[in-house]
């Protein structure tokens, strides 16, 4: 039986599902701006397999949040900083869902199709004279290009804000916020 979160001690579960999730977020975002700032191809199709792949741990991680509920702030916040980080959270949370499946119909409707490391998912649609992807239907896949760039700005923000919260919950107040995070009793 898998532990729940309590306000002293986090579920394992809980811990392991931030870090590889968050880890693997960070990651796929410093890739997805640099390989598109750069016109770097040769990594799309390992962006766009880590995506699909982490979008599986993200269901559970999501479905594992709302069963067990939010948690429990692990030392006294004032109220501005408790409604900041809910709000954090929030964006952080609908971000992991809404990225990797923004990014998959961008590229599934644009006709460039979609594979994990090989494995087709979406054939892509390329026509061989032109040399270009034909897109199934070309503003379904532009709306959704432009979801995947903006929430992942919006979401990059949030990163740094919940990383600087959690800088400031350690070193300034020194208080238990990211070791219980890291899985140690408070
Ligand atoms: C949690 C999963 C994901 C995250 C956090 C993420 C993040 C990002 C970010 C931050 C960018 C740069 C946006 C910009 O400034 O231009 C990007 C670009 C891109 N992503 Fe993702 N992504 C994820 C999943 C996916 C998936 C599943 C696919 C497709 C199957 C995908 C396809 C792309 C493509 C094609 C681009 C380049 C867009 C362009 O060149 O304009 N991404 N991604
Ligand atoms: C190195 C970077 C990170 C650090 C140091 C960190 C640290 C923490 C800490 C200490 C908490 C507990 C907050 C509390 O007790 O109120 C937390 C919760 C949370 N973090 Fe992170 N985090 C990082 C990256 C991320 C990323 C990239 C995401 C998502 C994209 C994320 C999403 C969340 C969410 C949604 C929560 C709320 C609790 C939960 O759902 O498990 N974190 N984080």
Known sequence: MI?????????GLTVLLHWVVGLVIITLAVIGVYMSENEVFALYPIHKSIGVLIFAVIVIRVYWRF????????ANYTKIEYNLSKIVHWVLIVATIVMPIS???????????VSVFGLEIVAANFDPVAKKAIAHNAAFASFMGSTHVNAGWIM??????????????????????LKRMLGKKI
């Open 103 to 113: 990014g998959f119909i961008m590229s599934g409707a644009g006709g460039y199709g």
């Open 67 to 74: 069963v067990n509920g939010w948690l429990q702030p692990a």
């Open 156 to 177: 990059i923000v949030a990163i740094f804000l919940h990383l600087a919260g959690a800088i400031k919950h350690h070193f300034i107040d020194k208080d238990s916020t």
């Open 3 to 11: 532990n729940k979160d309590t306000k002293q001690k986090l579920s």
